[in-house]
């Protein structure tokens, strides 16, 4: 089997567990509030701003071995760059206050618990564990994203009427993924490395925790009022 395949087989458990939370189930067919969708732009946008730096970092960390997965990541920072810029825009977009956002200026608009203990695990994997690990936040982003974001957009701006403009984030991301998908699955299938793939399966396993948590949060904060 090859190393993709088997990584998608050790994690189905923690991704239906992840896909069948009710803050993701209702987005797929629009049932969120304005204040939901807002909430969960502002936790994106705090785990978002990290992605360039910690592909910086990984690629800054990887043995000789593995130069070619550092030039691939070479192309993933081309892609990812400037995106939390997208998402600051689209709350912006659905009348709330983007500077307030990247600043912090309030409880509501500040980093999560989950969500600041997600992109620290990110960090201390790359740094302390092994950066190899990183990809197994990868597969929980980018295939959450091509599982959910464009229909739930799509959905979200229907019931909210909001405008297009406040979707840059899940639209592009829904699309843009499916690609980003193939090719992590080719870089996937080049890693041959038993305790490599092993610690990849074992991220990714906490990864999905982690980025559901932050759904958990998000729901418990602003779904009650829905």
């Not at 995106?83 to 200026?105: F, M, P, Y």
Request: charged share 20%; net charge negative.
């Amino acid at each position: 089997m090859a190393f993709y395949d088997a990584l998608l087989a050790a994690t189905e458990t923690e991704r239906n567990t992840l896909i069948s939370l009710p803050l993701i189930t209702q987005g797929g067919v629009g049932n969120i509030s304005r204040a939901t969708y807002i909430a969960f732009l502002t936790q994106a946008y705090h785990h978002v701003k990290h992605t360039t730096p910690l592909l910086m970092a990984c690629g800054g960390r990887l043995s000789g071995e593995y130069e070619w997965l550092r030039t691939a990541i070479g192309e993933y920072i081309e892609e990812e760059m400037g995106h939390q810029e997208w998402v600051l825009n689209d709350i912006d977009a659905c009348g709330a206050d983007k500077e307030a956002v990247r600043t912090s200026a309030s409880a509501e608009t500040a980093a999560s618990q989950a969500t600041e203990l997600m992109v620290a695990y990110a960090y201390d994997m790359i740094n302390r564990v092994n950066p190899v690990g990183f990809f197994g936040m990868v597969l929980v982003l980018e295939g959450t994203s091509t599982a959910v974001a464009t229909q739930a957009g799509e959905k979200i701006m229907e019931s909210l009427q909001l405008p297009k403009q406040a979707f840059s984030y899940l639209l592009s991301h829904g699309s843009l993924d499916i690609s980003h998908v193939s090719f992590y699955e080719s870089l996937m299938n080049q890693i041959t490395d038993k305790n490599d793939q092993a610690m990849i399966i074992h991220a990714a396993k906490h990864f999905y925790k982690l980025y559901g948590d932050i759904f958990r949060e998000i729901a418990a904060r602003t779904m009650s009022f829905y």
